[in-house]
C-alpha cells in the first residue's frame, strides 16, 4: 500500500509559479512511477506529467511542456510538479498518483493504481 498527500496549491495569477508536492508512504516508492494528473470542473481527469522510477525519464502533456517540470526524490519518498508561467486554463485540482511498474510509466489513469486526494490550483486572469 502507498499514500499519497499532495501540498502546495494554491490562488496565483496568470504567470506565477507553484511548485506541488506529493509525500508518499511506505518503503517502495522507488519502485514505482510517479504521475501527475488534474481535473477541472465539468471535465474528465487528464494526464499531466510522468516520470520513471528512477528519475531519468519523464513525459509531460503537450498543453504543459515547457512550463512545468516533473522531478522526484526517492530519498524523501516525494514527487514534485513545478508549475511556471500558469495560465487561467492551469485551473484545476492536481492529484498525484503511483504505478507498480518494473517499465516506464502509463499516460492514463488507468495504470495508477494509488492516488492522492488532491490539492486545488486556481489561477487567475
Known amino acids: 500500500q502507498v499514500q499519497l498527500v499532495e501540498s502546495g496549491g494554491g490562488l496565483v495569477q496568470a504567470g506565477a509559479s507553484l511548485r506541488l508536492s506529493c509525500a508518499a508512504s511506505?518503503?517502495?516508492?522507488?519502485?514505482?512511477?510517479m504521475g501527475w494528473f488534474r481535473q477541472a470542473p465539468g471535465k474528465e481527469r487528464e494526464f499531466v506529467a510522468a516520470?520513471?522510477?528512477?528519475?531519468?525519464?519523464?513525459h509531460y502533456a503537450d498543453s504543459v511542456k515547457g512550463r512545468f517540470t516533473i522531478s522526484r526524490d526517492n530519498a524523501k519518498n516525494t514527487v514534485y510538479l513545478q508549475m511556471n508561467s500558469l495560465k487561467p486554463e492551469d485551473t484545476a485540482v492536481y492529484y498525484c498518483?503511483?504505478?507498480?511498474?518494473?517499465?516506464?510509466?502509463?499516460?492514463?489513469?488507468?495504470?495508477?493504481?494509488?492516488w492522492g486526494q488532491g490539492t486545488q490550483v486556481t489561477v487567475s486572469s
Open positions: 516520470i520513471s522510477r528512477s528519475g531519468t525519464f519523464t
Open positions: 511506505g518503503h517502495t516508492f522507488s519502485m514505482h512511477a
Open positions: 498518483a503511483a504505478e507498480p511498474t518494473v517499465g516506464l510509466y502509463s499516460l492514463t489513469t488507468q495504470g495508477y493504481d494509488y
